[in-house]
C-alpha cells in the first residue's frame, strides 16, 4: 500500500479525464463578458469564483483572469491590482529579474504593466496559466460536511513532505537568483496536478513594496519563517496559526512525526547569534530522506506519462492515416475518371473504404467497432503482407490483396492529389 | 543556457520520433527465428547484438531476448544463464524478496525459473522490458572517431550527478527493503530514456551465489564501493580503473569539481573504525543540492510530458470522431434509404464529408491540408453555432446548416447503427 501511494503522488486517478476537462477549461469563453481587451491580451474571462474583494494580501484588491495572447495565441493568467498607481518606474522594473528563475514550483512571471482600461489605474501581472487549478486554500480548507460545516480531515504526512520538498527546491530556485518569495501566503500557492504546487504570486510585493527597499538577505531570511507558517497552516487546518503558534505547533506534534516537528520549528524559530542565518542547502540536506523519495515519484510519474503518451502517439498516427484515406475516396471530381472506375487500379480504395468503415454481418446488419478499424488502419500504415478480400458492391468480383499493395495505392493516389495546389502537412 | 540544459535533462531532443522507435521495436519480431517458446513466454526476439558469449559478470554466458507473455499479451525482457544447474530450491526463491522493491531506478524483478527449452539446463530471469536501451558500455565507451579509434569525450558534470542522483535514490529502494544491489556492472546499467538509468540485473547474484551466504550487511557496504567503481569508470572513460583505482581518482579530479572526486573517494573508501558503516541516508543527505536539482529538471520532465500528452488526446478524440463518420457516410446499404437520398436529412452528412476532405481552390484543384480537416472536426467536436454552406455534388443546392445541427445528425445517424448488431465503443 505505501508503495502504490509513492506511485501515485503526482498522478491524477483518472490522467485522461483530468486532462480533458482542463483542455475544455481552457477553451471555455464567457459569450457576453464586459471585459475589456488590454493591449496584448484579449478574450479575458475571470478566474476567481469568489466574489469577495480582499485587500489583504497585496494591500489592493485583486483579480485573476485568463486570457489569450494576441502575439503568440497562447493562453496566460493575468492578476489585476486595482487602483495601484505607479511612482517609480523602476518598481516594475524588477520584474524581470523573475526570468533568471526557472523552477518547476514557481509559475513563470511573463511581464507587468499599468493599464486605464479597466477604468481605474491597474497594475497588471502576466504569468503561465494552468487550468482549473486551485489555491491551496480551495483545496485544503474548504471540505464541508453534510450538514455544511467545515470538516477537517489530516493531510497525510507524505503529502506534506512532498510540498516541503517541492517548496525547498523553489526557495533554492529563488535564492540562488538573488531574489526572494516573499508571498507564500495558501492562497497564492496554487495546486496544478495532484500533489504539484506552485508559487503563483512571485514579483507583486517587489513592486508593490518597491519603494521599502527591504534587504535581499532580510527577505530571504523572511521566507524560511512564510514556509513554517505555510505547513503549520495546512498540518493543522488553521488559516491563521500566527495568533497562537506555539499551540498550533504542539497541535502538530501530536498529529505527526517528530521529525515534521522539528523540521516545521526549525523553520519558526529566529537564528540566534552566532549562528548567523538560515541557509537553504542546510535546509534541503536536513530533508533529504523525505526529497529523494519525492524525486524517486516524479521519475515514476515520469515513466508513467510516457508511456500513456506513446500510446496516444499511436492514435495520433492513425488519425492521420484516416485523414488521408477521407481525403482520396469519392471525390466527385473524380467521377469520369478511369482510374477510379470499376476497373481502374484505385477502385480497390473505394472497397477498401467499405472494408474497414462498412462490415456487416451475416444478416447483413452494420457492424459498428472501433477495434476493427483499428486494426485495419495499423495493418496498412505497417503495409504487411497479409491478403484481404474486398468484395464490389454488386458483390459480383473479388479482388485479393496484400496491405503492402494497398498502401502503396493510398501513397499513389494521395501524392496524386498533392501535386495539386493545396500542399499540406500529413 | 545552463537552465535550459536542466530542462532538457530527462527529456529527448525528439521526443515523439523517440517514441515512435521505440514503439515499432516493441513490436518488431523475427521471421525465422530458431529460437523456443518458453512456458508463459513466446515469440522470443534476441536482444544481444554483440556475438561474444561473456561469463565475467555471472559466471555463465548471457543471453537477453525480448518476450510476450501469453498471461497477459504484454512484453518482457528475459535474461538467460546457459549451463545453470539448480542445486538448492531456495536459491531462486529468494527473488520473490525482490517484488518490495519498487523503484524509478532498478529494472522490476517479475519472476525466475530454470528450462530445458534450449536444449541445456538455463536459467531465466523475467524482468520488464525498455525497448532501445542500452547499457552504459554501449553509450558511453563506443564511440569512435573517423578512423576506427575510441574517443573518450567528457561525460558532462551534470549528467554525473544526475546519474549519481538515481543511484543514491535506487540504493536507498534496495537497501531499506533488506536486500543489495550486488551488481552495478557497466554493462549492467541500462540507459532507457534521456539520461535515465536503470539497474538491470538485480536479484540474480542472489541467486548464482546463493551458495555463498554472505552477510547483508557486507554486501550493501560493497554497493558503496560498486557504486564509486561505477562513476569513477564513466567519469575517467576506463572500463577497469581497479587497476589503477589511485590515478584514476586523480585523473577525475582534474576534469571535474572537488566536490565529484570528494563524493567518489567517499564511495570507494572503506570505513575505518570506529566509524561502523557507511549508510546510504548519510550518502544522501551529502549529495542533496545535486537531488533537489535533479528533482526539479524530473518535475519540469513531468509538465513537458503532460503537455505533449494533452495534446496527443485531442487527437484521440479527433481519430474517434473521424472514425465514426467514416463509419456513417456511404454505406451500400442505405443506397435506396430515403433518408440518405438528395432530399433526405441525412443528405447534409454526405455534403459535410465533402465540405471536410473534398475542399478545392478556385480553380477546381484539390486543397489538401490537415488543418482544414482538424478545424472542422474539432468545430463538429463541439457543435459550435458557426453556420457553413454546404454545396451540392451538382451545384445546383446549398444548404446553410451550423456544426450544431451536424453533431446532432452525426449523433442520430450513428445511434441507428449502433442499434445493429455489432455494438462497439467509440
Ligand atoms: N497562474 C494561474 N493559472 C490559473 N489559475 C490561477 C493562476 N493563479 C491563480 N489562479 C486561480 O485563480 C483563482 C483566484 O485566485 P486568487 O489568488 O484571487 O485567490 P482568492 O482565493 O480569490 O484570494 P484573494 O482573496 O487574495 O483574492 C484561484 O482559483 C486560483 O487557483
Ligand atoms: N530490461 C531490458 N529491457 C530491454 N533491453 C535490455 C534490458 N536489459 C538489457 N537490455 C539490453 O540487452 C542488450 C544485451 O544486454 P547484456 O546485459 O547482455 O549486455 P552485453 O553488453 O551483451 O553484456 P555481456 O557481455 O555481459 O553479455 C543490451 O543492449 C541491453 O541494453
Ligand atoms: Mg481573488
Ligand atoms: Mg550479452
Redesign the pocket.
Known sequence: AYQRLTHDFFMPEKLREDLQKKAEATLQVMPNSQLPTLDNYHTLVAL?T?HHK?ATVFGFP???YKATSSKNGKMYCLRRLEGYRLTNENAIRSVKDWRRVDSGTVVSVIDAFTTRAFGDSSLIFVTDYFPLSKTLVEHHFTSTNRFGHRTSTNVPEKVLWGYISQIGSAIKSVHSAKLAVRCMDPSKVILTDKSRIRFSACSILDVVQYEAQRPLAELQQEDFLHFGKLILSIATNNLAPNQAMKAAVDQLGRTYSPELKETVTWLLTPTQPPAAVKSIDDFISGISAHLVSAFDSSLHTQDTLTSELSRELENGRLFRLIAKLGTINERPEYDGDRNWSENGERYMLKLFRDYVFHQVDAEGRPVVGLGHILSCLNKLDAGVEEKISLVSRDEQNVFVVSYRELKKLVNGAFGDLMKGPGKGRY
Chains 1, 2 share one sequence.
Open positions: 476567481d469568489s480582499s485583486g483579480w485573476v
